[in-house]
């Protein structure tokens, strides 16, 4: 059921068994409120939120390659994707080249009806949501730098995709949902400060890594607890089966969806034991 009226009600019935729920993190939040004054003690809840997704470009990776992967994993399905990147963390060394390459892409996008296969990038859900994302621009640009704005279409819901550079990692306070990339850069040898800011937002849903170097994917795989990390390709369009969708912390709790352990979620596990001498 869509919306808090249903929502609650779902979540605050004592005959529920357990709740699997994909959405934001204050909602899920609520829910599991609702359940915990409400649902028999232990009622599982298998919640899928958002995050503030990063992706990690060094100077190794193949700027080609980066830019394809951040443009589909920024702005396909106009940025309105839980595992969508929010983050972009660029080393310095090639900030400025990707970021000229970047928006020569973006500039390549089209913005329109979704039902023409020569769209690329469709409307936002709804109103809240596209003044939302006018809001946050607005407020972008007396704190930060927008380095790209996309022209979007008259009418309709349709958001241009934008690109915010900012002058560091915790001035993304929140996830922003929609086709807005924000880039932050850092220095070579700068690597652990990176990790640590984007382990201090508390979300970890999916992370990206563009690089050829091999010990600087495992020690960014080894140091971040995110539940889904994709390495030289985009961060979204998870395979369920392949690559089971999930996250901790404030993205999530629970098996991942898709995953081999997934409906054990589901059940309740009960042992029989008998003892077949004593019947004689």
């Known amino acids: 059921g869509r919306g808090s009226v249903v929502g609650n009600t779902l979540a605050s019935d004592p005959r529920v068994a357990g709740l699997v729920f994909t959405g934001s993190t204050a909602t899920a939040q609520t829910i599991a409120r609702n359940m915990a004054a409400n649902l028999a003690p232990g009622t599982p809840l298998i919640a899928e939120t958002g995050g503030l997704n990063a992706m990690i470009v060094d100077s190794t990776a193949l700027p080609e390659q980066a830019v394809r ?49 020569a769209t690329d990038i469709g409307p936002v859900i709804d109103a809240d949501q596209l003044a939302m994302l006018n809001g946050h621009i607005a407020a972008m640009r007396k704190s930060q730098k927008v380095r790209f704005a996309s022209k979007a279409p008259e009418g309709g819901l349709f958001f241009g995709p934008h690109i915010v550079e900012l002058t560091r990692a915790d001035a993304l306070e929140r996830e922003i949902f929609g086709p807005v ?62 690559q089971p969708l999930g996250g901790s912390g404030l993205s999530g709790t629970g098996f991942k969806a898709g995953g081999p352990h997934y409906l054990l979620r589901f059940a309740l596990e009960q042992v029989v034991s008998v003892n077949t001498a004593a019947a004689g």
Request: glycine residues 10%; neutral net charge.
């Open 69 to 117: 992967d951040v443009v589909a994993s920024a702005f396909r399905s106009a940025g309105q994707r839980c595992s969508a990147l929010r983050l972009l963390c660029l080393q310095n060394d090639i900030a400025d080249h990707t970021l000229a390459m970047l928006k020569a892409a973006m500039r390549e996008l089209s913005i329109g009806d979704p039902r023409d296969l």
């Open 181 to 242: 990339l924000h880039v932050v850069r850092y220095k070579a040898g700068g690597l652990d400060k990176v990790l640590d800011q984007i382990e201090a937002t508390g979300f970890g849903l999916t992370l990206g890594i563009h690089t050829r170097i091999e010990d600087t994917v495992k020690t960014i795989t080894e140091r971040l607890d995110t539940g889904n990390i994709y390495v030289n390709r985009n961060m979204i369009g998870a395979v369920v089966g392949t």
